[in-house]
Every structure is written in C-alpha cells, then in structure tokens.
C-alpha cells in the first residue's frame, strides 16, 4: 500500500514540474532532431505522445512535418495556404480562420484529432458539390496547414451556424432549368443544385470570397452575362440563353439565396 502511494506521489510531481521534468521524458527528440524548442513540446505542433517509446502509441494521430507548421505564421507553407484558400475561393462556402461563409462545414470547428489523411481524401476526392481543384501535393500540404491553424487556434463555437434547408417541393426550379446541366450550386433555401461540372460551381457567387478571373460579380453583371456572356469576355464557351426577365429574376434569387 505504501508503495501504491509513493507512486502516486511521484506522478503528481511530474504533472506539477510540468515543462523542466517532462522535458527529460521527451522521447521523440531520442529519434528526431530537435528544432523549434522554444515554442513548446513537440505535441503543440505534431500531437502524438512524447512521453512513451513505443513508437505506434509516440506516433498516435502524428501530425506529419511537412502539415505541421500551421503553428509558424511566418512560414512558406502557412502564407501560401493562405493565398491558395483565398485564390480557390474556399470561403464562399466555409468558415476559414474566423472568415467566411456557412454553406458547408466550418473548417475552424473540426475535432482537433482529426487525421492528415482524412483532410487529404477530401481535398483529392472532394465530397459531392464541392470543385475539384486538380491541387499538387505541395499544395495541399499548404491549405491543410491553414486549416490545422484554425482548428487549433480560432476559438470554437456553437453559435453562428445556418441550417440549409432542402425545399423538396423546388427540385426543378429556373435555375436547374437553365443553368444545372453546366453547374452546381449551394444555396441556403434549396440545398445543392445542378449536376454538371462543365461550368464553375457558383455558390457563394456575390459574396466577396468568391474568385473570378473576370471579377466580382453582382445582380446586373449576371443579367448581362446570362443573357450574352461573350459582351463581358469574348473568349467565353458558355452560348447566350433566350430566356425571360421572370427566370433571370428567379435565377438570382436562388442564387442570393
């Protein structure tokens, strides 16, 4: 018995001594070269288990190196992260750093144990109604260290979430009508829309997150690019559409919406 209490004992004192006595039971740096101590122990970037030496449990949900500088603001794969996130428009429908849309997931709030292979096949094989971006491995490497970041250092919320509502009643609507077979879209009334890939996907299409070539895009610019798209890029594929006022209206709405 008194020796199940001294063990007690001892174990209270590593957790009091905290950094200056778990620094000594810091096995990974037992295989792996030591590099940016100052920040803290290697779990504040790569998670995993220092404490142990037995590799499969040390390497528990690892944060590989390459995705685990989102803690380094300051480094090549956090600030490209973040020119592509802005470039792909991923905010037009996700909640990225504090910024963004609620269409889709918000990226900020996944569990904090969520796996590096987990975010790869999503981006590589893209969930339905999600673009398909044709991104390098570098690439993703970048954009899952954006989104490490949030996960780890926005502040988690329940609140400021939308509820997408599917209005069964709207499935073929002027949108899936005119646009559909070209394009996909989310919108907050009627949930995903379209089937074709052929176009851009346009969710989030007014909202400033959204990446254009040709711009910004608002109500009026619409109107004239659906009813003659080559009078704003006359390199455009997408043919003029006969289509009446009442359904470039209804177009907007869902759109809007």
């Given at each position: 018995?008194?020796?199940?209490?001294?063990?007690?004992?001892?174990?209270?004192?590593?957790?009091?001594?905290?950094?200056?006595?778990?620094?000594?039971?810091?096995?990974?740096?037992?295989?792996?070269?030591?590099?940016?101590?100052?920040?803290?122990?290697?779990?504040?970037?790569?998670?995993?288990?220092?404490?142990?030496?037995?590799?499969?449990?040390?390497?528990?949900?690892?944060?590989?190196?390459?995705?685990a500088?989102?803690?380094?603001?300051?480094?090549?794969?956090?600030?490209?992260?973040?020119?592509?996130?802005?470039?792909?428009?991923?905010?037009?429908?996700?909640?990225?750093?504090?910024?963004?849309?609620?269409?889709?997931?918000?990226?900020?709030?996944?569990?904090?144990?969520?796996?590096?292979?987990?975010?790869?096949?999503?981006?590589?094989?893209?969930?339905?109604?999600?673009?398909?971006?044709?991104?390098?491995?570098?690439?993703?490497?970048?954009?899952?260290?954006?989104?490490?970041?949030?996960?780890?250092?926005?502040?988690?919320?329940?609140?400021?979430?939308?509820?997408?509502?599917?209005?069964?009643?709207?499935?073929?609507?002027?949108?899936?009508?005119?646009?559909?077979?070209?394009?996909?879209?989310?919108?907050?009334?009627?949930?995903p829309?379209?089937?074709?890939?052929?176009?851009?996907?346009?969710?989030?299409?007014?909202?400033?997150?959204?990446?254009?070539?040709?711009?910004?895009?608002?109500?009026?610019?619409?109107?004239?690019?659906?009813?003659n798209?080559?009078?704003?890029?006359?390199s455009?594929?997408?043919?003029?559409?006969?289509?009446?006022?009442?359904?470039?209206?209804?177009i907007?709405?869902?759109?809007s919406?």
């Amino acid at each position: 018995m008194a020796i199940k209490i001294l063990v007690l004992i001892v174990l209270d004192i590593i957790l009091i001594l905290g950094n200056s006595f778990g620094e000594r039971l810091n096995y990974c740096i037992s295989c792996h070269r030591a590099h940016y101590l100052s920040y803290s122990r290697c779990e504040f970037c790569h998670r995993g288990i220092s404490k142990t030496k037995r590799k499969q449990i040390a390497h528990y949900r690892l944060i590989p190196g390459d995705y685990a500088y989102f803690r380094l603001k300051e480094s090549d794969f956090f600030k490209k992260g973040c020119m592509l996130v802005s470039k792909l428009g991923c905010r037009r429908c996700h909640m990225i750093l504090a910024k963004g849309n609620n269409l889709a997931t918000s990226l900020d709030q996944l569990p904090k144990n969520i796996e590096v292979k987990e975010l790869t096949k999503n981006l590589t094989s893209p969930p339905e109604f999600m673009p398909y971006f044709s991104l390098t491995n570098y690439q993703i490497k970048c954009i899952i260290n954006v989104i490490f970041n949030g996960i780890f250092e926005c502040n988690r919320s329940d609140e400021n979430f939308w509820v997408i509502h599917f209005d069964s009643s709207s499935n073929v609507n002027e949108f899936v009508k005119y646009c559909g077979s070209c394009h996909k879209v989310i919108s907050k009334r009627y949930g995903p829309l379209g089937k074709g890939c052929v176009g851009p996907n346009l969710s989030g299409l007014f909202l400033n997150f959204f990446y254009s070539e040709r711009g910004g895009w608002n109500q009026d610019k619409l109107i004239q690019w659906i009813k003659n798209p080559k009078t704003i890029d006359k390199s455009s594929l997408m043919p003029p559409i006969s289509i009446s006022d009442n359904s470039v209206s209804d177009i907007i709405k869902i759109l809007s919406n």
